[in-house]
């Protein structure tokens, strides 16, 4: 009896030491998931989308936060690194900026507009963008992979922008398109704004596809009203697509017509005539 009640106690002794062992290990990983948790609880700098595509002459537009995880009021200054001839800007809410002032705990969405170089060839750019503090240094890897240009030039073969019409007239002017850009050109519709009366329609009325570096002529036929005055009109070609969109001005000289000028010489030289006549007539009564 004496030896079972032994036995008994030893294993009670045994349980209460394997206890005691486990809460003297367990403080210490406690402590430690606790540490691990309040740093992954830190200050972040994060982007909703990190990789954006974009034209080479469009801006690549990045949504994203600054989260000031210390205990204390921190000054951040965003820097990036950026190739020759790219260009970065900072905005929160609508306002540009270098740097920011934020108390603890604050989280503030920036907008990142980044351009790209005139001469930067179609591939992907990874853009590090940091926010540093005196205590912290916030990396932010951006990647934007541009695709090419979209460009249109559109204008008269030889330059010429400017013509001269009669009233009653119609005129047809030749302009040509070109794609100066290094992305296909597709849906290109042409329109015109004109003066009060005046007409115009386009051969063809819209191009299907424009290549790199082609070009298609388009005739621009016009037709001015009768009894237009004669003088200066202002007149714009516009071609465009969901892409691009060029305008093209032009100065218009509407001069009288010859015929006009006669039957209005015809009219002065008749009137001239019937009052000699009545003066004749009734002047030596």
């Not at 921190?74 to 950026?82: D, I, S």
């Not at 907008?111 to 853009?127: D, H, L, M, N």
């Not at 290109?188 to 115009?200: A, D």
């Not at 001015?224 to 032009?250: E, H, L, M, R, W």
Request: aromatic fraction near 8%; charged fraction near 15%; include cysteine.
């Amino acid at each position: 009896m004496l030896t079972e009640l032994s036995f008994n106690y030893s294993r009670i002794l045994r349980g209460v030491a394997v206890l005691l062992l486990n809460l003297v290990f367990a403080v210490p990983l406690l402590h430690a998931q606790e540490t691990k948790k309040s740093a992954a609880g830190g200050s972040t700098f994060t982007a909703k989308l990190m990789n954006l595509e974009q034209p080479t002459n469009e801006i690549f537009r990045y949504s994203t936060e600054l989260h000031n995880g210390s205990s204390k009021t921190v000054v951040y200054e965003l820097v990036a690194g950026l190739d020759p001839g790219w260009t970065i800007s900072y905005k929160v809410d609508g306002s540009s900026v270098t740097s920011l002032s934020m108390e603890a705990g604050r989280t503030q969405n920036i907008s990142i507009e980044i351009g790209a170089a005139a001469s930067a060839t179609p591939q992907k750019y990874r853009i590090p963008v940091k926010a540093i503090s005196g205590t912290d240094t916030l990396l932010l890897n951006l990647e934007a992979v541009v695709k090419g240009s979209y460009a249109l030039t559109f204008s008269t073969p030889s330059g010429k922008l400017n013509e001269e019409l009669t009233s009653g007239s119609t005129k047809q002017i030749k302009l040509t398109a070109t794609n100066t850009g290094t992305m296909l050109l597709s849906g290109l519709s042409f329109s015109s704004q004109l003066p009060t009366g005046w007409e115009c329609s386009f051969e063809p009325s819209n191009v299907e596809k424009l290549e790199p570096g082609k070009s298609v002529t388009i005739s621009a036929n016009l037709k001015v009203p009768d009894k237009t005055i004669a003088g200066d009109y202002a007149c714009t070609f516009t071609a465009t697509n969901s892409n691009t969109n060029v305008q093209t001005a032009f100065r218009m000289e509407v001069k009288t017509s010859l015929f006009a000028g006669w039957i209005g010489m015809l009219v002065i030289l008749l009137a001239v005539g019937i009052v000699y006549y009545l003066i004749r007539k009734y002047g030596r009564r």
